[in-house]
């Protein structure tokens, strides 16, 4: 609901002796939180910033991992180290999100603690470390079980390609393997792995949700949560 839309009445019951510029910054468009008395609008703002951050974060992360380790078990297939992924593979999809979060919350934060007990710090130029060192945790637990996804998919395709006509033309004209991979090879299985990229940063913004929730970041999922739990329903033109 807009501030312009509303009567004069309607303005002074919902946000008395304000402005027009105060009254439309209280009651924004998608209402005015109950809890917070601000608009949902600026609440919006101010969160998503920090869902961003955590799920470009977790991006890097699960692309920096599952690449190379994909690669790595379709160039030695059938080997320990091949067996080993293939089972974590399939292990890490199969446990909710939240159980790896309160495990990395207990060990690596309580137990031994390396990390911070969740929050957050705003992002600064001068000293980005603080902001790094609160993300850095649930970026990891948001990425894994992304990463296994994407591993199979990366081996997957390296297996099919390894296997093509031109990189056995490739090796039998003597080039190194390095080069046959890393030239011929990944140029092709990157073509089909790069159309998921977009689909996957779409949930890894939806599944910080919950991540959000247990390590206690001021992000989209920890409003949504809060607002769930306290019925913190927007209030529109026609409240009382």
């Known amino acids: 609901v807009c501030s312009s839309d509303l009567s004069a009445e309607e303005k002074a019951r919902l946000c008395p002796g304000a402005t027009e510029a105060e009254c439309k910054e209280l009651i924004g468009r998608f209402g005015r939180s109950f809890e917070k008395n601000r608009s949902v609008d600026a609440l919006i703002r101010e969160a998503f910033p ?23 078990s379709a160039l030695r297939p059938r080997s320990i180290g091949d067996r080993i992924t293939t089972v974590l593979v399939l292990i890490a999809p199969s446990l909710p999100v939240y159980y790896f979060g309160l495990l990395a919350l207990y060990f690596l934060a309580y137990k031994i603690p390396i990390f911070p007990l969740g929050g957050y710090e705003s992002f600064s130029l001068s000293n980005p470390w603080p902001w790094f060192s609160h993300l850095i945790l649930p970026a990891m637990v948001l990425a894994l079980q992304f990463a296994a996804l994407y591993v199979r998919l990366m081996r997957s395709q390296m297996l099919d390609v390894m ?57 989209i999922g920890s409003l949504l949560g809060n607002a769930i739990l306290r019925r913190d329903y927007t209030i529109d033109r026609k409240s009382t």
Not at 192 to 198: F, K, L, R, S
């Open 50 to 72: 920090v869902t961003l951050s955590l799920s470009l974060l977790a991006a890097v992360i699960w692309l920096a991992v599952s690449i190379p380790v994909g690669v790595l």
């Open 163 to 219: 296997g093509e006509d031109y990189i056995r033309t490739a090796r039998a004209k003597g080039l190194p393997e390095w080069r046959v991979v890393a030239k011929h090879a990944m140029a092709n299985v990157m073509i089909p792995v790069v159309t998921v990229i977009g689909i996957i940063l779409s949930v890894l913004i939806s599944g910080s949700v919950v991540i959000e929730s247990v390590f206690s970041i001021p992000g």
